[in-house]
């Protein structure tokens, strides 16, 4: 028994001296490799990270959806066409005019009625009927248009003041940046559709008179004169056009900047036409081909061909061989850049060009002159008469033909028309500047006959008419 109980006291402490060893030297020594593992690489990843900052949020149209349906409404445009007279017509004593509907959408821009749309949606209409959102229909009267830029702007009266959108600075649009195109097509009213900006300043008509918001919107027949916005509401451009073989929607459309919109709005109310401020450079768009023509290294902004008599840019000092860069703080890549900046802008507003010459960049402040020519249907370029030129056709009013339509040569002979000779009326109405020559051709009647009166080299007057 003594025995027994010796060996199970050894055995005891035995076991007490190898577990007194084992923590005293193994364990401790292991201890500083386990927390230097775990500095460099985390024993645990979370396996659901909710981190807020890196969550990619989906764009959210709804608060800008509100408050863009209600200021946008459905245009109806009713016109009466004069077809040719056919014997069925003569026989049963019937008309041949025949009234023609056309409709399209409108954005409410003022609590007081003003309505803009596009251009083509309301030309030749001899009735204009505006539907709201809630239904009420109202007839509209037209304000005034500009053909260039397709902008047309309406009055409608009401007891009540109506929702509406301000313009919003189109210029701060980036491209890809999120946007709804709101309107009306196919007569389906309040129609919202979402896409993204695909690029700016593009021009369609191939002469650089356009500048449009290019997007992937989808826009269909009934979408003119609707509302491009932004995720925030605001207004930055309006529907106009679609690039389709079809008629219909294939993946782009485009929009008039809300920036040259609100400028031809503006003029249009203040003045009753377009108030248009030139820069008075001729020239084009830089690219590789050009540079290497021109012997200039640089592959973008606008070349400057010649600078014209009496404008700002030569007032300025503005010399043919430099190169505009940017427009106050527009960067000018393309032609359009540089059309679409300047169409925001008035006569007798001062820009800061930054030019490339020689190398070297500087900036020179522009004053932007009204244009001095216009290029009149069928007759050709016209220019504001010089004294001298009035005093030599022995008359108090006229404007002065600076380069004549070829194609009607033969007629131009015929009559003793040059260039140089003094247009001095259309349709009755004495020019006395090509602002009035504009007011007559955008005053003329559907259909109306123009009738233009010339004085011509021998002094004579002669009186052409066309349709």
Request: hydrophobic share 35%.
């Given at each position: 028994?003594?025995?027994?109980?010796?060996?199970?006291?050894?055995?005891?402490?035995?076991?007490?001296?190898?577990?007194g060893?084992?923590?005293?030297?193994?364990?401790?020594?292991?201890?500083?490799?386990?927390?230097?593992?775990?500095s460099?690489f985390?024993?645990?990843?979370?396996?659901?990270?909710?981190?807020?900052?890196?969550?990619?949020?989906?764009?959210?149209f709804?608060?800008?959806?509100?408050?863009?349906l209600?200021?946008?409404?459905h245009?109806?445009?009713?016109?009466?066409?004069?077809?040719p007279?056919?014997?069925?017509?003569?026989?049963?004593?019937?008309?041949?005019?025949?009234?023609?509907?056309?409709?399209?959408?409108?954005?409410?821009?003022s609590?007081?009625?003003?309505?803009?749309?596009?251009?083509?949606?309301?030309?030749?209409?001899?009735?204009?009927?505006?539907?709201?959102?809630?239904n009420?229909?109202?007839?509209?009267?037209?304000?005034?248009?500009?053909?260039t830029?397709?902008?047309?702007?309406?009055?409608?009266?009401?007891?009540?003041?109506?929702?509406?959108?301000?313009?919003?600075?189109?210029?701060?649009?980036?491209?890809?940046?999120?946007?709804?195109?709101?309107?009306?097509?196919?007569?389906?009213?309040?129609?919202?559709?979402?896409?993204?900006?695909?690029?700016?300043?593009?021009?369609?008509?191939?002469?650089?008179s356009?500048?449009?918001?290019?997007?992937?919107a989808?826009?269909?027949?009934?979408?003119s004169?609707?509302?491009?916005?932004?995720?925030?509401?605001?207004?930055?451009?309006?529907?106009?056009?679609?690039?389709?073989?079809?008629?219909?929607?294939?993946?782009?459309?485009?929009?008039?900047?809300?920036?040259?919109?609100?400028?031809?709005?503006?003029?249009?109310?203040?003045?009753?036409?377009?108030?248009?401020?030139?820069?008075?450079?001729?020239?084009?768009?830089?690219?590789?081909?050009?540079?290497?023509?021109?012997?200039?290294?640089?592959?973008?902004?606008?070349?400057v061909?010649?600078?014209?008599?009496?404008?700002?840019?030569?007032?300025?000092?503005?010399?043919?061989?430099?190169?505009?860069k940017?427009?106050?703080?527009?960067d000018?890549?393309?032609?359009?850049?540089?059309?679409?900046?300047?169409?925001?802008?008035?006569?007798?507003?001062?820009?800061?060009?930054?030019?490339l010459?020689?190398g070297?960049?500087?900036?020179?402040?522009?004053t932007?002159?009204?244009?001095?020519?216009?290029?009149?249907p069928?007759?050709?370029?016209?220019?504001?008469?010089?004294?001298?030129?009035?005093?030599?056709?022995?008359?108090?009013?006229?404007?002065?033909?600076?380069?004549?339509?070829?194609?009607?040569?033969?007629?131009?002979?015929?009559?003793?028309?040059?260039?140089?000779?003094?247009?001095?009326?259309?349709?009755?109405?004495?020019?006395?500047?090509?602002?009035?020559?504009?007011?007559?051709?955008?005053?003329?009647?559907?259909?109306?006959?123009?009738?233009?009166?010339?004085?011509?080299?021998?002094?004579?007057?002669v009186?052409?008419?066309?349709?």
């Open positions: 028994m003594k025995k027994i109980l010796t060996l199970v006291f050894v055995s005891v402490l035995g076991g007490l001296l190898t577990l060893g084992y923590k005293l030297f193994i364990e401790n020594e292991s201890q500083p490799l386990a927390v230097e593992q775990s460099d985390p024993v645990f990843v979370p396996t659901n990270n909710s981190v807020t900052s890196n969550s990619v949020m989906a764009p959210n709804v608060d800008a959806a509100e408050k863009s209600d200021a946008v409404v245009v109806k445009n009713t016109a009466i066409l004069t077809g007279t056919s014997m069925r017509d003569l026989f049963y004593g019937r008309s041949s005019q025949r009234a023609q509907v056309g409709t399209g959408s409108g954005v409410i821009i609590p007081t009625g003003y309505i803009v749309t596009n251009n083509h949606v309301i030309k030749n209409a001899n009735e204009i009927s505006i539907t709201l959102n809630d009420k229909s109202y007839s509209a009267e037209l304000i005034g248009t500009d053909e830029t397709d902008i047309a702007l309406l009055k409608i009266d009401t007891d009540d003041d109506l929702p509406f959108m301000a313009f919003g600075d189109s210029d701060n649009a980036k491209i890809g940046e999120w946007v709804l195109a709101v309107g009306n097509p196919f007569n389906l009213n309040s129609t919202v559709t979402a896409g993204i900006i695909s690029a700016k300043s593009r021009d369609l008509s191939g002469n650089h356009q500048s449009f918001i290019q997007t992937d989808a826009v269909n027949p009934g979408n004169g609707g509302a491009l916005v932004n995720t925030n509401g605001d207004l930055i451009g309006i529907n106009t056009a679609i690039s389709s073989q079809t008629g219909s929607y294939i993946g782009y459309s485009f929009a008039v900047p809300s920036n040259i919109a609100r400028k031809i709005v503006n003029d249009i109310m203040e003045y009753g036409n377009v108030q248009n401020g030139i820069l008075g450079v001729v020239g084009g768009a830089l690219n590789s081909k050009a540079a290497e023509e021109l012997g200039t290294e640089t592959t973008e902004g606008f070349y061909s010649e600078v014209q008599e009496d404008t700002g840019a030569e007032e300025a000092g503005i010399q043919s061989g430099d190169i505009i940017k427009v106050d703080n527009v000018i890549n393309k032609f359009s850049d540089l059309t679409g900046y300047l169409k925001t802008k008035s006569p007798d507003d001062v820009v800061n060009v930054t030019l010459r020689d070297d960049e500087e900036i020179v402040p522009v932007l002159l009204k244009p001095s020519s216009y290029m009149l069928t007759i050709g370029l016209i220019k504001n008469a010089a004294d001298k030129d009035l005093k030599r056709f022995n008359t108090e009013y006229g404007v002065k033909i600076s380069k004549l339509d070829k194609s009607n040569k033969l007629s131009w002979n015929k009559n003793g028309v040059e260039e140089g000779s003094i247009i001095t009326k259309i349709n009755g109405k004495k020019l006395y500047s090509i602002d009035d020559a504009q007011s007559a051709i955008k005053t003329r009647q559907y259909n109306e006959p123009l009738q233009i009166e010339v004085i011509n080299t021998d002094g004579e007057k009186v052409f008419n066309f349709r």
